[in-house]
């Protein structure tokens, strides 16, 4: 998974991209993200303009990992 997020890290300076993911970190790369909850738009803006906010990423990214 760590191969993927270099290798769309690089690309995303190079080509548009567009990708649909579960992963908040891969979706953290993103300039714009659109969230989708429960078959509704949960909203959209930058990663850092989510997280000032209540939602499903900011949720995801502040949720304890026990990797």
Not at 37 to 49: F, I, K
């Amino acid at each position: 998974a760590e191969f993927i997020i270099r290798l769309l890290g690089k690309l995303k300076n190079e080509m548009c991209l567009l990708i649909v993911t579960h992963d908040p970190k891969l979706a953290g790369l993103a300039d714009c993200i659109y969230i989708m909850e429960q078959g509704r738009s949960g909203g959209c803006g930058s990663p850092r303009e989510l997280m000032q906010f209540n939602n499903l990423y900011s949720r995801a990214i502040l949720k304890p990992s026990f990797n």
